[in-house]
């Protein structure tokens, strides 16, 4: 047994009574996202404290814990309150809960963040699916031993974020009459927000829109063969882009002003989701 496999074992099996039913969907919630799950079917809920050797987030406005809920008939476990790199965990514990959601069931893992737009087409209050990624700028969170248990040693990354759940995305915006822009996110460390240059580097690589999260809990969901979509909420335009110095303020009041249909759509996009996934 590895010691991730090991590791996650462990965490899945301190709160097994604790879990009322098996997900089909595990939703990360981004900024904007917050208070999604007041409008769900609460089954239960565990605070990450209560799972001995899980990681803890430590930045303000994200809470910490497990919502186990119906999202129509769909059964979801939702993560409010993520973990990121730059709080000082290694990558293994910042996609522990990625993997811990897998071991409780889930086949779908929904992402959501708060990012900076890159691409000129974007602006603050769009919503931008992700198309692909760009991760090379975080380590890797596949780096070391290979948990065998989850996935094997060279996974296939041709199409992380997958085509269906694409086409369902973007036939549920139509629906709701909510525009959905699509891209190619890019994930750096953090916590400072990029130099001007950084942004022009990642624009001349192919990134429509930055962030620091994301892109390595794709890459473990692939890893294990969890069928992965994602969707930003551009909260502001990127340093070199903007002419006003980038804040967490303005990210969370542009992540507030648009919450409302950030909601409906991400409701929307899991109530609705094709029964064979």
Same mark, same amino acid.
């Given at each position: 047994?590895?010691?991730?496999?090991?590791?996650?074992?462990?965490?899945?099996?301190?709160?097994?009574?604790?879990?009322?039913?098996?997900?089909?969907? *595990?939703?990360?919630?981004?900024?904007?996202?917050?208070?999604?799950?007041?409008?769900?079917? #609460?089954?239960?809920?565990?605070?990450?404290?209560?799972?001995?050797?899980?990681?803890?987030?430590?930045?303000?406005?994200?809470?910490?814990?497990?919502?186990?809920?119906?999202?129509?008939?769909?059964?979801?476990?939702?993560?409010?309150?993520?973990?990121?790199?730059?709080?000082?965990?290694?990558?293994? /514990?910042?996609?522990?809960?990625?993997?811990?959601?897998?071991?409780?069931?889930?086949?779908?893992?929904?992402?959501?963040?708060?990012?900076?737009? #890159?691409?000129?087409?974007?602006?603050?209050?769009?919503?931008?699916?992700?198309?692909?990624?760009? *991760? /090379?700028?975080?380590?890797?969170?596949?780096?070391?031993?290979?948990?065998?248990?989850?996935?094997?040693?060279?996974?296939?990354?041709?199409?992380?974020?997958?085509? *269906?759940?694409? =086409?369902?995305?973007?036939?549920?915006?139509?629906?709701?009459? #909510?525009?959905?822009? /699509?891209?190619?996110?890019?994930?750096?460390?953090?916590?400072?927000?990029?130099?001007?240059?950084?942004?022009?580097?990642?624009?001349?690589?192919?990134?429509?829109?930055?962030?620091?999260?994301?892109?390595?809990? *794709?890459?473990?969901?692939?890893?294990?063969?969890?069928?992965?979509?994602?969707?930003?909420?551009?909260? =502001?335009?990127?340093?070199?882009?903007? &002419? =006003?110095?980038?804040?967490? &303020?303005?990210?969370?009041?542009?992540?507030?002003?648009?919450?409302?249909?950030?909601?409906?759509?991400?409701? =929307?996009?899991?109530?609705?989701?094709?029964?064979?996934?």
């Amino acid at each position: 047994m590895s010691k991730v496999y090991e590791q996650v074992k462990g965490c899945f099996e301190s709160i097994r009574d604790k879990i009322p039913f098996e997900p089909e969907v *595990a939703l990360v919630l981004g900024s904007g996202l917050g208070d999604f799950a007041n409008q769900v079917e #609460i089954a239960g809920e565990i605070p990450y404290g209560e799972i001995p050797g899980f990681p803890i987030s430590t930045v303000a406005g994200h809470d910490g814990k497990f919502i186990f809920g119906k999202v129509g008939e769909k059964k979801a476990v939702i993560m409010k309150g993520r973990v990121h790199y730059y709080e000082g965990y290694e990558m293994s /514990q910042v996609v522990l809960p990625i993997r811990l959601m897998k071991m409780m069931g889930a086949k779908i893992l929904f992402l959501t963040n708060a990012a900076g737009g #890159i691409n000129s087409m974007l602006e603050p209050g769009d919503f931008m699916m992700l198309t692909d990624h760009i *991760a /090379q700028f975080v380590p890797s969170p596949l780096i070391g031993e290979n948990p065998e248990e989850f996935g094997v040693r060279f996974p296939d990354m041709s199409n992380i974020y997958d085509e *269906a759940l694409q =086409n369902h995305i973007k036939a549920e915006s139509k629906k709701l009459g #909510i525009s959905v822009k /699509q891209g190619v996110y890019i994930q750096f460390t953090g916590p400072a927000y990029e130099s001007a240059a950084e942004i022009k580097m990642a624009k001349i690589l192919g990134a429509d829109a930055v962030g620091m999260s994301t892109a390595c809990e *794709a890459v473990v969901g692939k890893h294990m063969d969890m069928k992965v979509c994602g969707i930003s909420c551009i909260c =502001n335009m990127a340093t070199g882009i903007s &002419k =006003n110095p980038l804040s967490h &303020k303005e990210v969370q009041e542009t992540a507030d002003r648009v919450s409302k249909d950030f909601k409906k759509l991400v409701w =929307n996009i899991i109530a609705e989701m094709p029964v064979f996934f």
